[in-house]
């Protein structure tokens, strides 16, 4: 139901764009996220969007990253400037998803995809 892409190697103080498309019988999608998880580390939350475009970032990435979202293709993007080796981990994007046919919304997962960040 979500596919994340866009990691990759980066140098510190370099930029990448992840996205997250939502694929399948779609009545609608409300609050979309990124989260990360570092090796060793829990899950943390990166950013939040609601569906009228919301934002909120965890204090990490604050002023670096921002969160982004295509409604009419069901996306949600992730810009990340000034990248710092801090910043290596797995994203996986979120969110939460009102199928067509039983309209219970339901949180989804995407895969996770690697961002490392060289120093």
């Known amino acids: 139901q979500l596919q994340a892409s866009g990691g990759g190697l980066v140098q510190a103080g370099g930029s990448l764009r992840l996205s997250c498309a939502a694929s399948?019988?779609?009545?609608?999608?409300?609050?979309m996220a990124w989260y990360r998880q570092a090796p060793g580390n829990q899950r943390e939350l990166v950013a939040t969007?609601?569906?009228?475009?919301?934002?909120n970032y965890g204090d990490s990435v604050k002023g670096r990253f921002t969160i982004s979202r295509d409604n009419a293709k069901n996306t949600v993007y992730l810009q990340m400037n000034s990248l710092k080796p801090m910043d290596t981990a797995v994203y996986y994007c979120?969110?939460?998803?009102?199928?067509?046919?039983?309209?219970?919304?339901?949180?989804?997962w995407g895969q996770g995809t690697l961002v490392t960040v060289s120093s």
């Open positions: 969007i609601t569906s009228g475009g919301n934002t």
């Open positions: 399948g019988s779609i009545f609608s999608i409300n609050d």
């Open positions: 979120n969110a939460v998803i009102i199928p067509l046919l039983h309209r219970i919304p339901y949180i989804y």
